[in-house]
C-alpha cells in the first residue's frame, strides 16, 4: 500500500493592497518549485464592468477558496497563498458592512502553517481598477493587523525592500521543513 500522501505546509501572504505580496509569493513558489494561488478578487474585479458590490462577495469567497485547493493538489512540502480567505472576511467588513457566516466558518476549519504580514512600507504602484490610493492602505493595514489579532493568528511582518522581505521568508521556511 502506497503512503499517505501528508498535507501541504500553507503559507499566507496577507497585507494591503500595494504591500509586495504578489511579487514575493511568486518568487518563493518559484524558488521552492511549488505551487502559489492568486488573489481571486483580482481576477474577478478584470472581469466585470462595473464596480465592486456587495452580491459580489459570495462569488469572491467561493473564488478564493477554489483557487487555493486547486493550488494544494500538486505541492508536495509547501503551497503558497497570495492572500487567502481571511481578506475576503476583512474587505467585506471594510467596504459593506457585510458578514457572510459561511466564510468565517470555512476559515476557522482550515490549517495554516506560517502568515506573513506585509508592511505598508513600500513605494505605493497605482492600479486604478485594483487599487484605492496610499491613504487607504494605511487604514487596511490597521484593519489587518486588527483582523489577524482577532483570530489570534501570530504573523511574521515583512518589511523593508523586497529582497529583504524574501530573505525573511526564506529563513522563516528553512525551520519549518
Known amino acids: 500500500m502506497p503512503p499517505e500522501k501528508r498535507s501541504?505546509?500553507?503559507?499566507?501572504?496577507?497585507?494591503?493592497?500595494?504591500?509586495g505580496k504578489t511579487t514575493i509569493a511568486n518568487e518563493i513558489a518559484r524558488r521552492y518549485d511549488e505551487p502559489c494561488s492568486s488573489e481571486y478578487v483580482r481576477q474577478y474585479v478584470n472581469a466585470?464592468?462595473?464596480?465592486?458590490?456587495?452580491?459580489?462577495?459570495?462569488?469572491?469567497?467561493?473564488?478564493?477558496?477554489?483557487?487555493?485547493?486547486?493550488?494544494?493538489l500538486p505541492a508536495k512540502h509547501f503551497v503558497f497563498h497570495d492572500t487567502n480567505?481571511?481578506?475576503?472576511?476583512?474587505?467585506?467588513?471594510?467596504?459593506f458592512g457585510a458578514h457572510l457566516s459561511w466564510v468565517d466558518k470555512t476559515f476557522l476549519e482550515r490549517s495554516y502553517e506560517r502568515y506573513f504580514l506585509c508592511l505598508p512600507d513600500v513605494p505605493w504602484e497605482d492600479d486604478p481598477k485594483q487599487r484605492v490610493g496610499p491613504e487607504e492602505r494605511t487604514k487596511l493595514h490597521s484593519r489587518f493587523q486588527a483582523m489577524l489579532a482577532r483570530y489570534q493568528i501570530d504573523p511574521i511582518p515583512l518589511s523593508g525592500k523586497i529582497d529583504q522581505r524574501i530573505q525573511t521568508v526564506l529563513m522563516v521556511l528553512r525551520d519549518l521543513q
Do not use: M, N, W
Open 48 to 72: 466585470l464592468d462595473r464596480p465592486l458590490a456587495e452580491c459580489d462577495l459570495e462569488p469572491i469567497a467561493r473564488g478564493q477558496l477554489r483557487l487555493e485547493d486547486e493550488a494544494s
Open 85 to 95: 480567505l481571511l481578506s475576503s472576511i476583512l474587505y467585506a467588513e471594510h467596504y
Open 8 to 19: 501541504p505546509k500553507r503559507v499566507v501572504f496577507i497585507g494591503a493592497e500595494c504591500t
